[in-house]
């Protein structure tokens, strides 16, 4: 960077030169553990070293998938941690620049009640409750619910969507626990739709997961970027892309120290062991392929979500095209 400064009629020139910094924005739980593996171990910083690139990497909390969003289309952050229907739209308004670098992990997202009069998710098409979820019509969950809608409750898409509210998840677990609100479900992820389980005592119960929506093992959140930003900096994305690749095989190979990662940068009520055990879980997977985002995209084309049709290899990065994605 080039500064003059102008003193008693002369010009005094001093040139410096620091590090470029790449952002890359998430929100609140342990499913972003890669992430803080990447920041903890200072993993993009290593990687730029090896590959002879001047780069660090800053990590931030924008809590909602919709501030990530407008924050990467406003070219404030180069990447973001993101749910699958929001990768989806953005593509699409981008004219196919945003694109997933890989998925972060895949695990089922539940439905949680307070409601002894809700049976099944069906129910909320008459109840005065609310379901809490983090972007009302775009989040992962609220895709989701529009699935359910179809599939489910034989509904059109959109018939659940006037009872869903906007929350954080934080926010959204302590207004179904606090059984004083007009949020009445939540749906979230982990941690929080396990601490609502334990701390109902009763009270809250599991009323859907997301991979009886799906079928299967889907991907709940991926790692996203730019095309015109990987264009212009190969190397750097090239960078993050192997950062994020070990981020990725220490949290599958070494649950104790992704849950112990996570617990030292979030530090979240749960202890490492509670966290442990639902990183655990048969149905979670940290792996960087993505999985079922074809399903989300032909929903949303189908439903007019969106404009264009895409499939997983479109929605991708080419450091992707050679796995078993779907």
């Given at each position: 960077m080039k500064k003059t400064l102008l003193g008693l009629g002369l010009a005094i020139t001093s040139?410096?030169?620091?590090?470029?910094?790449?952002?890359?924005?998430?929100?609140?739980?342990?499913?972003?553990?890669?992430?803080?593996?990447?920041?903890?171990?200072?993993?993009?910083?290593?990687?730029?070293?090896?590959?002879?690139?001047?780069?660090?990497?800053?990590?931030?909390?924008l809590g909602s998938p919709g501030v990530i969003r407008d924050a990467l289309i406003a070219g404030q952050v180069q990447f973001g941690a993101v749910g699958v229907p929001t990768l989806i739209q953005m593509h699409d308004k981008t004219a196919g620049d945003i694109k997933a670098v890989g998925n972060i992990v895949s695990l089922p997202m539940f439905l949680n009640t307070n409601d002894d009069k809700i049976k099944n998710v069906c129910d909320y098409k008459d109840s005065n409750g609310?379901?809490?979820?983090?972007?009302?019509?775009?989040?992962?969950?609220?895709?989701?619910?529009?699935?359910?809608?179809?599939?489910?409750?034989?509904?059109?898409?959109?018939?659940?969507?006037?009872?869903?509210?906007?929350?954080?998840?934080?926010?959204?677990?302590?207004?179904?626990?606090?059984?004083?609100?007009?949020?009445?479900?939540?749906?979230?992820?982990?941690?929080?739709?396990?601490?609502?389980?334990?701390?109902?005592?009763?009270?809250?119960?599991?009323?859907?997961?997301?991979?009886?929506?799906?079928?299967?093992?889907?991907?709940?959140?991926?790692?996203?970027?730019?095309?015109?930003?990987?264009?212009?900096?190969?190397?750097?994305?090239?960078v993050i892309v192997k950062a994020f690749e070990e981020a990725q095989s220490i949290a599958s190979n070494s649950k104790k120290v992704a849950a112990e990662t996570y617990v030292k940068i979030e530090k979240p009520k749960e202890s490492v062991a509670d966290v442990l055990a639902q990183m655990n879980s048969d149905d979670v997977l940290f792996d960087v392929t993505p999985s079922y985002i074809a399903t989300y995209a032909d929903f949303m084309f189908n439903v007019k979500t969106v404009k264009n049709k895409a499939d997983w290899k479109a929605l991708s990065f080419p450091n992707l095209h050679s796995k078993n994605g779907s």
């Open positions: 040139l410096s030169v620091s590090a470029e910094t790449v952002t890359l924005a998430y929100q609140n739980g342990w499913a972003y553990t890669p992430l803080y593996i990447m920041q903890d171990q200072g993993l993009v910083e290593k990687h730029a070293k090896l590959a002879g690139v001047d780069l660090k990497a800053e990590f931030r909390n609310k379901i809490a979820l983090p972007t009302v019509k775009s989040s992962v969950q609220a895709v989701t619910l529009q699935m359910a809608s179809v599939k489910l409750c034989k509904l059109e898409p959109f018939a659940l969507d006037s009872k869903t509210v906007s929350m954080t998840h934080p926010d959204g677990m302590a207004s179904l626990l606090s059984g004083n609100s007009e949020v009445t479900g939540h749906f979230t992820s982990p941690p929080f739709q396990h601490v609502e389980l334990e701390e109902g005592k009763g009270k809250v119960r599991k009323l859907l997961s997301s991979y009886e929506v799906l079928g299967g093992k889907t991907s709940f959140i991926l790692l996203v970027g730019s095309e015109k930003w990987k264009t212009s900096h190969a190397k750097e994305y090239d």
